[in-house]
């Protein structure tokens, strides 16, 4: 029986360090500039070939450097593809919007800050643009977060979710009457979104239309 258990035991430390070893060997690993330099003029394969193989290291372990314009030109003079420029610049953007997500809810000046940092790689980021907007909003700075939602309309004309957003930064800014259209278009792009109808009917209510706030409210019940 002794021999029995410590076989038993020994079998199951091993499984875990093997588990453990596993693990070690799949987590992806941030790849450096030297490394990306090195692969892209002492390539073994074509110059496409590089930069896609280069593209799909970021995309699963992202990069340990920062870029900035310098860096930019000197990795695509020895080669980098707009898509490669691309993945890097992504790949920082989406490292600080998920900083700024672990924030503390109430540490907005934070939030913003990284959010920030986060479009100074990707400035098209929507997602970047909306929160730090919304942050912008608690530090009632209206006008900062409707330019951001502004921005983001602009490179996501379609997303009923941003004008939603902004019709709720309307609101809050004492301006019910111009959420409305926000309201109705959001509306529109996504019909089955009961949070529309529902803000849109708080706005009417807000605006002393009792009807169409019922209405609105009935509209949202039934999405």
Known sequence: MKVRRLLSTFVILVSFALFGFSQAVSQP???SLAEIRKDLVERSTGISTTNLILKKRIDG??????????????LR?????????????ESLCAKFYNKALECKKDDQKFQIELYTK??????TDTDAL???GIAFVELRDFESAMADLNRAIELSPKDSAL???RGNIFRKSGKSAESIADYDKAIHLDPKESNHPFNRGIANFELGNYDEAAEAAQEAFLS
């Open 61 to 74: 372990g992202g990069v340990d450097f920062e870029i900035d314009a310098e860096i930019e030109k000197s």
């Open 130 to 132: 909306t929160n730090r």
């Open 77 to 89: 003079d020895s080669g980098a593809s707009d898509a490669l420029i691309a993945s890097i610049r």
């Open 163 to 165: 004008y939603g957003t």
């Open 118 to 123: 986060a479009l100074s790689f990707d400035q």
């Open 29 to 31: 690993v941030p790849i």
